[in-house]
Every structure is written in C-alpha cells, then in structure tokens.
C-alpha cells in the first residue's frame, strides 16, 4: 500500500517562501520517480516538477524554474519542494505524485504517468 501524505502548505504573501514535504509509505522515494503537480480552481491540474528515481536530474516548469527547488530526503523518505519568490499566480492545492515504473523523461510532464497521489496542500499566496 503506497501513501503519499503532502505537508507544508499555508499562506504567504508575495516574494515569500514556503516548503512543502511529502511524506511516502510503502514506496522509497531514492528509488521511486515522483512529481509535484498543482491545481488553481477552475483549472487542470498541472506539471510543477519531476524527479526521476535514483539520480536523476529535477524537470521544472518553466513558471517556476529558478524559484523552486525539489529534493530528496532519503533518511526521512520524503520529497521536499521548496519555493522562493512567490506570487498570487502559484497559488494552487499542491499534488505529490509516484509512479511504479521507470517513466521516460518526456512523460513526466503528463498526470497519467503517475501512479499514485497525495491529498494536496493548500498554498494561498496573497497580492
């Protein structure tokens, strides 16, 4: 039974920084590829960032390149997402996402690569 549990999540105003945790069971994060997705109302869930298991490299959307940060936690089993420089637009419930295969790079970027989910954070971040 895989359980991903998202943490970290609250209200920040603009240019402030926030770190959301994801905490895994039943799967290691080292070893397991995993994303953050987020969704704002009325809108589709998108891509924020993937991390391919073992060493891979962070894929980041190009809306939040050089303000969030993914890592590993491997002696606590999570991934962390930290994020600088917020702003009103990346407010959003924040998704931690598994898969149980070995997803190419080119399809990290699609909700459907992902095999598990996480119940989301909220993250309001106010003008």
């Known amino acids: 039974q895989v359980q991903l549990v998202e943490s970290g999540g609250g209200l920040v105003q603009t240019g402030g920084s926030l770190t959301l945790s994801c905490a895994a069971s039943?799967?290691?994060?080292?070893?397991?590829?995993m994303a953050w997705f987020r969704q704002a109302p009325g809108k589709e869930r998108e891509f924020v960032v993937g991390l391919k298991k073992n060493m891979g490299t962070p894929s980041y959307a190009d809306t939040v390149k050089g303000r969030f940060a993914v890592s590993r936690d491997n002696g606590k089993n999570t991934l962390d997402l930290q994020m600088n420089n917020l702003k009103p637009e990346d407010t959003a419930v924040y998704y931690c996402?598994?898969?149980?295969?070995?997803?190419?790079?080119?399809?990290?970027?699609?909700?459907?690569?992902?095999?598990?989910w996480g119940q989301g954070t909220q993250v309001t971040v106010s003008s």
């Open positions: 039943g799967r290691t994060v080292r070893t397991t590829t």
């Open positions: 996402a598994a898969a149980a295969g070995s997803p190419i790079t080119s399809s990290l970027y699609y909700v459907r690569t992902y095999d598990y």
